[in-house]
């Protein structure tokens, strides 16, 4: 008993040979059909019919040939006294429909039809059907190829698009951590710091600048956890905290403030809720502005202004510290823009004249 495997092998070539088997009986079909025609025994009418029967074997590969052919047996038949129904030539004529272009095909069928018609083999409404039919196959073989060549398309098109939204989404993910471990780290680091160097001295004053790190940590770790969480599965709630919002602005105020930056925070216009991405990126702009500064000056000043007008919010940090050079490889600044331009507004960076540095993040936020 064969195995279903070893039945599967055969079919397989068949499947893969199906054209040349279709081919094969399409001729056998055509001069059976013929020789059904032939009233006679007579050796040449069959050996005509028998060699444009197998010349439709090869009617993919030359077809104008074969239609030559075909037609050549088919008057040659005709002049000897018979009377072949023409169907070698419409099964050649039906190839040239179907494989030649339009503009061909139909140069070709007229002169056919009109010798088929002249030599009684066959009337013209018969040689344009069999035209016909050739055309609509071509046609609807080049409709479905289109088809198939659009579904291809648009599968490149979804991955390209899949391959943006994971790249955007690592940009994302990637600012997000940078926003979070610098500013964590920054005023861990400078609180450790400090609590060292007045350790021997004012050692409850340490501790509880000790306590602090261990809040930012804890509050640092928390946020990891977080985003840690919709990394591993998305469909899940990661708000094991509330996202940061201008409602935590003041705490973030004075946790810079603790560290002993001269700090300034000045809100005019008619402060208003605003949806929870454009709080979350003001917060993330003002922290990675402060602990830009926390890192790299020592200003006398630094003051934070939240300008509300009905259509924009104008976030502005400036500081009189000492102008400071661009850390190389740094994301700081690169995460503020993307963050802003994500948002359709405008950032403008820079020193200012006679020394600081201004950060300035416009936003739109439509009308209340």
């Known amino acids: 008993m064969r195995t279903p495997e070893a039945l599967r092998a055969p079919l397989r070539r068949l499947v893969e040979r199906r054209a040349e088997l279709f081919d094969v009986a399409l001729a056998v079909v055509a001069t059976a059909v013929e020789f059904g025609l032939v009233d006679s025994l007579r050796v040449p009418p069959i050996a005509l019919t028998a060699a444009a029967g197998a010349a439709l074997l090869l009617r993919r590969r030359h077809p104008m040939p074969v239609l030559a052919v075909t037609i050549a047996a088919a008057w040659a038949c005709a002049a000897l006294g018979e009377y072949p129904g023409g169907a070698p030539v419409l099964v050649a004529l039906y190839t040239i429909a179907e494989e030649r272009e339009r503009r061909v095909s139909v140069v070709t069928a007229v002169p056919v039809a009109v010798f088929l018609q002249a030599a009684s083999i066959s009337s013209v409404p018969v040689t344009v059907g069999a035209w016909a039919l050739g055309s609509y196959v071509q046609t609807r073989r080049r409709y479905v190829a289109a088809l198939e060549e659009r579904a291809a398309q648009l599968e490149r098109e979804r991955e390209q698009l899949d391959r943006i939204a994971a790249r955007d989404e690592r940009t994302a993910i990637a600012r997000e951590l940078h926003d979070i471990v610098a500013h964590s780290v920054t005023v861990m680091l400078l609180g450790v710091r400090g609590a060292r160097d007045i350790l021997p001295t004012e050692p409850a004053i340490a501790a509880d600048t000790l306590r602090r790190v261990e809040t930012t940590a804890e509050d640092s770790l928390a946020e990891l956890r977080r985003m840690l969480t919709v990394l591993r599965d998305p469909a899940r709630d990661a708000q094991l905290r509330p996202q940061p919002s201008l409602a935590r602005l003041d705490a973030l105020i004075s946790g810079y403030r603790d560290t002993g930056m001269p700090l300034t925070l ?91 540095f201004t950060v300035t993040a416009a936003l739109p936020i439509g009308n209340p």
């Open 266 to 356: 000045t809100v005019t216009g008619e402060r208003r809720p605003l949806p929870g991405g454009i709080e979350l990126s003001v917060y993330r702009i003002i922290e990675e502005a402060l602990t830009n500064v926390l890192k790299h000056a020592r200003p006398a000043r630094v003051d934070v202004t939240l300008a509300f007008t009905p259509e924009t919010l104008t976030v502005t940090i400036d500081d009189d510290g000492p102008s400071r050079p661009a850390t190389p490889g740094g994301h700081g600044l690169t995460g503020m823009r993307e963050r802003v331009i994500a948002l359709g507004g405008d950032l403008t960076t820079g020193p200012r004249t006679g020394g600081g």
